[in-house]
């Protein structure tokens, strides 16, 4: 369900109230961050969020993300919560997401893990000290193993089945079965912690190149690790946010030489939409499921 406009403009500023506080926590322990990818856009073109757009995406070498993640378990302050693989076992993704704990949202009916407007955290690790192809080939080949991880921490329909059968999708609907099989058996295996031995493999200070994986625009994101070296701050909304010194030349090389130029208005859409939304209160999950019930 797409909220509406004045929904919408009510939930950017919740989320720059998160951004605001993130940035005040990694300023206060000294933890290294950067916006990233549509966030980095919109603070260069439009000093703010992508009026289209409705979230805001940060990338944290792997050291200070996972310095953040303890530090934020003991001392965050107690209106935003962060949520990760390693803290909720119905969390559904990889990297974290810093979120108002006074709102409720759930992204999907096929997640019952109950967030708040939040903001996007990703890692970013060493890439292999190999040539271009070998850096291509390790990326792809772990985003195989991501979804196979992501496809496990959902709770499928039997209409998703149904969908698959249609489209003759039999490895997604392995992934399914997979899925139902680790919830009916109540597994306590993390079946992302592969997929962090894996990223973790290559330390981020120590390697020529470096990625986020969490991204969607592929091995494109694969970087010079003297991209992220340093960082000023830059405008966005009605804060200032952490932009890495080699933007330009990221934002070229992921989004093309035009990045700086409205799209078609026909490629002007959000990319989200949201199952359950709240953002004057947090509700458990059973709470929302018996609302979304009653409509």
């Known amino acids: 369900m797409r909220p509406s406009d004045e929904i919408i403009t009510q939930y950017k500023k919740k989320i720059c109230g998160v951004a605001k506080a993130f940035d005040a926590f990694c300023s206060n322990h000294s933890l290294r961050y950067f916006a990233i990818g549509g966030t980095a856009i919109g603070a260069l073109r439009h000093k703010g969020i992508i009026p289209w757009d ?11 993300y996972e310095r953040f993640l303890e530090l934020a378990s003991k001392s965050l302050p107690k209106d935003f919560e962060v949520l990760s693989h390693k803290n909720n076992s119905e969390y559904h993704l990889q990297f974290a997401k810093m979120c108002d704990a006074n709102t409720s949202l759930l992204v999907d009916s096929r997640s019952h893990c109950m967030m708040g407007a939040f903001v996007d955290i990703f890692p970013i690790d060493g890439m292999p000290d190999t040539d271009e192809e070998g850096r291509k080939k390790f990326f792809n080949d772990f985003l195989k193993k991501r979804m196979r991880a992501y496809s496990n921490r959902l709770h499928y329909h039997f209409s998703d089945y ?17 899925s139902d099989w680790h919830h009916l058996t109540n597994c306590s295996d993390d079946p992302y ?17 470096v990625a986020y ?21 830059v405008p966005f909304e009605n804060i200032k946010l952490r932009m890495p010194i080699g933007v330009d030349d ?20 959000a990319r989200h939409s949201y199952y359950y939304l709240k953002l004057d209160r947090r509700v458990s999950y059973c709470e929302a499921k018996k609302e979304l019930k009653s409509r």
Not at 162 to 178: E, G, K, T, V
Not at 223 to 233: A, E, L
Not at 256 to 263: E, I, S
Request: net charge negative; glycine share 6%.
């Open 213 to 233: 994986f969490g991204t969607n625009h592929g091995p494109k994101v694969i970087s010079p690790r003297k991209w992220f070296d340093d960082f000023y701050y």
């Open 250 to 269: 990221y934002l070229r090389q992921v989004y093309g030489n035009d990045y700086m130029q409205l799209p078609p208005e026909s490629k002007r859409e």
């Open 162 to 178: 149904l969908h698959s059968l249609y489209r003759c999708d039999w490895q997604a609907i392995l992934y399914q079965i997979c």
């Open 54 to 64: 409705d979230d805001i995406d940060f990338v944290m070498p792997r050291p200070d």
């Open 193 to 209: 912690d592969e997929c962090d031995e894996i990223t973790m493999g290559n330390g981020f200070d120590e390697s020529e190149y």
